[in-house]
Protein backbone atom coordinates (compact mmCIF):
# COMPACT_ATOMS: atom_id res chain seq x y z
CA UNK A 1 0.00 0.00 0.00
CA UNK A 2 1.03 3.26 -0.83
CA UNK A 3 0.31 7.05 1.54
CA UNK A 4 0.53 9.90 -0.20
CA UNK A 5 0.25 13.43 1.65
CA UNK A 6 -0.38 16.42 -0.92
CA UNK A 7 1.25 19.82 0.41
CA UNK A 8 2.23 23.68 -1.11
CA UNK A 9 -1.54 24.50 -1.94
CA UNK A 10 -2.07 27.47 -1.07
CA UNK A 11 -3.60 31.52 -2.43
CA UNK A 12 -2.11 33.18 -5.55
CA UNK A 13 -2.79 35.78 -7.31
CA UNK A 14 -3.42 35.40 -11.24
CA UNK A 15 -0.15 35.42 -12.98
CA UNK A 16 1.45 33.25 -9.86
CA UNK A 17 3.43 30.28 -9.59
CA UNK A 18 2.91 27.23 -6.75
CA UNK A 19 4.56 24.08 -6.44
CA UNK A 20 2.57 21.11 -5.15
CA UNK A 21 4.60 18.20 -3.35
CA UNK A 22 3.07 14.77 -2.94
CA UNK A 23 5.09 12.72 -0.52
CA UNK A 24 4.46 8.71 -1.13
CA UNK A 25 5.45 6.68 1.91
CA UNK A 26 4.69 2.65 1.44
CA UNK A 27 5.99 0.27 -1.11
CA UNK A 28 8.94 1.27 -3.80
CA UNK A 29 7.81 4.69 -5.45
CA UNK A 30 9.77 4.00 -8.97
CA UNK A 31 7.67 1.64 -9.72
CA UNK A 32 4.17 3.51 -9.88
CA UNK A 33 2.74 6.06 -12.65
CA UNK A 34 2.14 9.03 -10.71
CA UNK A 35 -0.52 11.73 -11.38
CA UNK A 36 -2.26 15.00 -10.63
CA UNK A 37 -6.27 15.17 -10.81
CA UNK A 38 -7.91 18.23 -9.52
CA UNK A 39 -11.70 18.95 -8.82
CA UNK A 40 -14.01 21.59 -7.96
CA UNK A 41 -16.93 21.28 -5.70
CA UNK A 42 -19.57 19.98 -7.99
CA UNK A 43 -17.58 18.88 -10.38
CA UNK A 44 -16.09 15.08 -11.77
CA UNK A 45 -12.51 15.25 -10.86
CA UNK A 46 -10.14 16.47 -14.10
CA UNK A 47 -6.99 14.96 -15.27
CA UNK A 48 -3.74 17.30 -14.84
CA UNK A 49 -0.34 15.36 -15.73
CA UNK A 50 0.98 11.65 -15.61
CA UNK A 51 4.47 10.78 -15.04
CA UNK A 52 4.98 7.31 -15.66
CA UNK A 53 7.57 5.05 -14.31
CA UNK A 54 9.73 5.65 -17.34
CA UNK A 55 9.09 9.02 -17.00
CA UNK A 56 6.74 9.54 -20.18
CA UNK A 57 4.62 12.76 -19.47
CA UNK A 58 1.23 13.90 -20.40
CA UNK A 59 -0.96 16.54 -19.28
CA UNK A 60 -4.46 17.57 -19.59
CA UNK A 61 -5.00 20.02 -22.64
CA UNK A 62 -5.90 23.01 -19.99
CA UNK A 63 -2.79 23.17 -18.80
CA UNK A 64 -0.35 22.55 -21.48
CA UNK A 65 2.41 24.57 -21.58
CA UNK A 66 1.85 26.22 -17.98
CA UNK A 67 2.09 23.04 -15.54
CA UNK A 68 4.77 20.89 -15.17
CA UNK A 69 4.67 17.75 -13.52
CA UNK A 70 8.25 15.93 -12.36
CA UNK A 71 9.39 12.98 -9.66
CA UNK A 72 12.56 12.68 -7.20
CA UNK A 73 12.49 9.02 -6.93
CA UNK A 74 15.12 9.07 -4.52
CA UNK A 75 12.89 10.82 -2.24
CA UNK A 76 9.56 9.53 -2.93
CA UNK A 77 7.83 12.07 -3.73
CA UNK A 78 6.15 14.05 -7.32
CA UNK A 79 6.20 17.55 -8.11
CA UNK A 80 3.73 19.81 -9.58
CA UNK A 81 5.29 23.20 -10.78
CA UNK A 82 1.94 25.77 -11.88
CA UNK A 83 2.99 28.51 -14.18
CA UNK A 84 0.80 31.59 -14.95
CA UNK A 85 -1.85 30.29 -12.69
CA UNK A 86 -5.82 31.34 -13.61
CA UNK A 87 -8.91 31.98 -11.96
CA UNK A 88 -10.13 28.27 -13.42
CA UNK A 89 -7.23 26.75 -11.85
CA UNK A 90 -9.05 26.78 -8.21
CA UNK A 91 -9.35 23.41 -7.19
CA UNK A 92 -8.55 20.65 -4.70
CA UNK A 93 -5.78 18.78 -6.54
CA UNK A 94 -5.36 15.32 -5.85
CA UNK A 95 -1.97 12.98 -6.26
CA UNK A 96 -2.33 9.61 -7.35
CA UNK A 97 -0.59 6.44 -7.53
CA UNK A 98 -1.46 4.02 -9.73
CA UNK A 99 0.07 0.50 -10.93
CA UNK A 100 -2.21 -1.84 -12.53
CA UNK A 101 -5.37 -2.42 -10.95
CA UNK A 102 -4.19 -0.66 -7.78
CA UNK A 103 -4.69 2.91 -7.01
CA UNK A 104 -3.93 5.01 -4.36
CA UNK A 105 -4.92 8.93 -3.61
CA UNK A 106 -3.63 11.73 -1.05
CA UNK A 107 -6.32 13.52 0.93
CA UNK A 108 -5.78 16.38 -1.46
CA UNK A 109 -4.78 20.23 -1.24
CA UNK A 110 -6.60 23.44 -1.94
CA UNK A 111 -5.18 25.72 -5.21
CA UNK A 112 -7.21 29.27 -4.92
CA UNK A 113 -6.39 31.52 -7.86
CA UNK A 114 -7.51 35.16 -7.41
CA UNK A 115 -8.78 36.90 -10.50
Known amino acids: QVQLVESGGGWVQAGGSLRLSCAAS????????MGWFRQVPGSQREFVAA???????NYGDSVKGRFTISRDNAKSTLYLHMNSLKFEDTAVYYC?????????WGQGTQVTVSS
Open 96 to 104: NAQRGLHGY
Open 26 to 33: GRAFSIYA
Open 51 to 57: ITSSCII
